[in-house]
Each structure stands twice: as C-alpha cells, then as structure tokens.
C-alpha cells in the first residue's frame, strides 16, 4: 500500500539528499518542520510529523549499505504532506515488521505509512494530511 494524494505541483516537491549517518537527521527535520508549517499544521502535527520522519529514517540507517546517501522526496499539496525517504540496502535487507514498535510510532503520528523493499533499495512512503479546522 503507497500513501497517495493529490498530485503536486512541479514546484512544491522537494528533494534532500544527505549522507546516510544519524549525524544529518536534523536536516531532514528541519526541513520536514518548514514545509509542514508552509501547509499551516498545527504544532503538534508539525512535531508529530518531524517524529515519524525521524523514525522512519532510524528505520532505514539500521538497514542502509555503507558508505550511502539518504534520499528523501518531500511533496506539497494544498493540505498534505508527503514524505517518501530511500536508502540503498544490501540484498536481503529487512524492514522491521509492521507489528514492531516502530511501525506502531509511524501509523499513530501520520495519515499514512507504507514501506518498499526491492533487491537493494528500501523506501518508506508517509502521508499526513492537515486536520481541517
């Protein structure tokens, strides 16, 4: 299952590319943090956002080939934003399963969450959609 949304504009999407080391998760935060507050989230969606990006690029560190490069894909919409982050992997790599912890943190603080294996590549897709109001 991929979390799906309206489709963005050209300019609302947003690449990062960093290495694949805990050390530059807060870019990615950071990041994560401005683009929610451009949607006009609330704070507690924002940090609950900035949370489940952070686990699920923990997720994939623990998995990811050394030395890698952590990519993530960031997607606006008028009230969504999507966040798919890929690693590559070495062949057999596993996620943890979806009754882990883990995966518990990222359907409680997203719309949606949703992970890609293929032979050397991991991805983790979430969605979280702006409450309305």
Known sequence: MTPTTSQPASDDVVHLTVPAD?????????????LAAR?????DE???????????????LSIATQPAEL?????????????????????GARLPAESSFAWKVLTALTTSAAATTDS????ISLLTRRVAG
């Open 39 to 43: 949607l006009q989230f609330a704070l």
């Open 71 to 91: 990519e993530c894909r960031f997607s606006v919409t008028e009230d969504a934003l999507a966040v798919e982050v890929t690693v590559p992997t070495p062949r």
């Open 46 to 60: 924002i940090e609950d956002l900035r949370i489940a990006v952070d686990e699920a690029c923990a997720m994939l």
């Open 22 to 34: 805990g050390g530059y998760l807060s870019v990615l935060r950071t990041a994560t943090a401005g």
């Open 120 to 123: 050397d590549r991991a991805t």
